[in-house]
T-cell receptor, first 112, second 114 residues
Framework: DQQVKQNSPSLSVQEGRISILNCDYT??????FLWYKKYPAEGPTFLIS?????DKNEDGRFTVFLNKSAKHLSLHIVPSQPGDSAVYFC???????????FGTGTRLQVFP | DGGITQSPKYLFRKEGQNVTLSCEQN?????MYWYRQDPGQGLRLIYY???????QKGDIAEGYSVSREKKESFPLTVTSAQKNPTAFYHC?????????????FGQGTRLTVV
């Protein structure tokens, strides 16, 4: 039972354009959401997060949007750069627990 | 210099042998995690610990065991009961549930069983 789903395994975007990565979740108890970036043979690194009391959080080129009624969040990267090419994971924390659940990841490729 | 350390980065073992992966953090974090990643797949939770001397099974705990005798250490043992142990293993830590902040990851350990 996949509680956090990233239905697009890959995404290809031209440099300078917007990258939109999507994530859906099924557990209404999730109240904190995170995005991580991962390069091959390295550990994931934190990008940006959002609490369920918000619907948007922005940090530089990265913006995360949360739609609680749809149980959907998305990560926007504007403008996309070649260095953004990596695998992106969304993750969720349940209310009152430390169980951190990850999605299956989306491989982003930004081409010149 | 605070961080989370996994060692070694690459590990080879013969089939049927138990192997223990090390994870140490000096961030004073309460919560620690172990994840497994297979090629083309996401991070699947093996075990997690919210506090010393306590841990819970994740989604794929069969064939693995952990201990949390010290706050800074959360070793993972891959036992011979794990049918497909070859994978990339990631350890992470976070301040804990009341902090609602990100988890920090180590560099990972690539385990190959031959």
């Amino acid at each position: 039972d996949q509680q956090v789903k990233q239905n697009s395994p890959s995404l290809s975007v031209q440099e300078g354009r917007i990258s939109i990565l999507n994530c859906d979740y099924t557990n209404s108890m999730f109240d904190y959401f995170l995005w991580y970036k991962k390069y091959p043979a390295e550990g994931p690194t934190f990008l940006i997060s959002i609490s369920s009391i918000k619907d948007k959080n922005e940090d530089g080129r990265f913006t995360v949007f949360l739609n609680k009624s749809a149980k959907h969040l998305s990560l926007h990267i504007v403008p996309s750069q070649p260095g953004d090419s990596a695998v992106y994971f969304c993750a969720s924390l349940s209310y009152n627990t430390d169980k951190l659940i990850f999605g299956t990841g989306t491989r982003l490729q930004v081409f010149p | 210099d605070g961080g989370i350390t996994q060692s070694p980065k690459y590990l080879f073992r013969k089939e049927g042998q138990n192997v223990t992966l090390s994870c140490e953090q000096n961030l004073n974090h309460d919560a620690m995690y172990w994840y497994r990643q297979d090629p083309g797949q996401g991070l699947r939770l093996i075990y997690y610990s919210q506090i010393v001397n306590d841990f819970q099974k994740g989604d794929i705990a069969e064939g693995y065991s952990v201990s949390r005798e010290k706050k800074e250490s959360f070793p993972l043992t891959v036992t011979s009961a794990q049918k497909n142990p070859t994978a990339f293993y990631h350890c992470a830590s976070s301040p804990g549930v009341l902090m609602n902040t990100e988890a920090f990851f180590g560099q990972g350990t690539r385990l190959t069983v031959v």
